[in-house]
């Protein structure tokens, strides 16, 4: 879902200090927008806390661990 493209288009639209914040439970998708975000003009933070939701529920129930990724437009 996420690409180069996708981070791209949204880094365009946060305004500065606007965060953009992922979470899955595939570990492989996760590198993956580790790396995106890494190549990104946005800069990697702590993701905040979030609800739990039903999918993370389903994960976590068939033994994947959420992965919360985020990262800010700078000021």
Same mark, same amino acid.
């Given at each position: 879902?996420?690409? /180069?493209?996708?981070?791209? #288009?949204? +880094?365009?639209? #946060?305004?500065?200090?606007? #965060?953009?914040?992922?979470a +899955?439970?595939?570990?492989?998708?996760?590198?993956q927008?580790?790396?995106?975000?890494? /190549?990104?003009a946005?800069?990697?933070?702590?993701?905040?806390?979030?609800?739990? +939701?039903?999918?993370?529920?389903?994960?976590? $129930? $068939?033994?994947r661990?959420?992965?919360?990724?985020? $990262?800010?437009?700078?000021?």
């Amino acid at each position: 879902l996420l690409d /180069a493209a996708f981070v791209e #288009l949204v +880094t365009s639209r #946060l305004e500065p200090g606007g #965060l953009l914040h992922v979470a +899955t439970d595939w570990a492989p998708y996760a590198e993956q927008i580790r790396e995106l975000l890494a /190549a990104s003009a946005l800069q990697p933070v702590e993701a905040p806390p979030r609800p739990l +939701t039903r999918f993370e529920r389903r994960g976590l $129930a $068939a033994g994947r661990q959420a992965h919360d990724l985020a $990262a800010v437009k700078a000021a």
